[in-house]
Nanobody, 117 residues
Framework: QVHLVESGGGLVQPGGSLKLSCAAS????????MAWYRQAPGKEREMVAS???????NYADSLKGRFTISRDDAKNTVYLQMNSLKPDDTAVYYC???????????WGQGTQVTVSS
């Protein structure tokens, strides 16, 4: 059974930083492309950042320079370092795992990030 478990969310002041983690089990992690998505209240889910199985990265244009995605295949974990956080970054952040051989990705349960003073 596949599990993606996000952690590291919480309340942070504007300008602060958080590092999210997503630990995967039940998959051959090194074969999967991983991504972070987020969904703010009343808005559609949007892609934040992605990293391929061979560590090529891609970011939402509006987030380049503030967020960094990385992976540690030895730990079956993908990370999202978020710096200079803004209130607009408040959302539930979801981990996503996808492999070309499967049409549907796996999703985590999400972790809440709240940026507020």
């Amino acid at each position: 059974q596949v599990h993606l478990v996000e952690s590291g969310g919480g309340l942070v002041q504007p300008g602060g930083s958080l590092k999210l983690s997503c630990a995967a089990s039940g998959i051959i992690f090194s074969f999967f492309n991983m991504a972070w998505y987020r969904q703010a209240p009343g808005k559609e889910r949007e892609m934040v950042a992605s990293i391929t199985y061979d560590s090529r990265t891609n970011y939402a244009d509006s987030l380049k320079g503030r967020f960094t995605i990385s992976r540690d295949d030895a730990k079956n974990t993908v990370y999202l370092q978020m710096n200079s956080l803004k209130p607009d970054d408040t959302a539930v952040y979801y981990c996503n795992a996808k492999i070309n051989a499967q049409p549907q990705p796996y999703w985590g349960q999400g972790t809440q990030v709240t940026v507020s003073s």
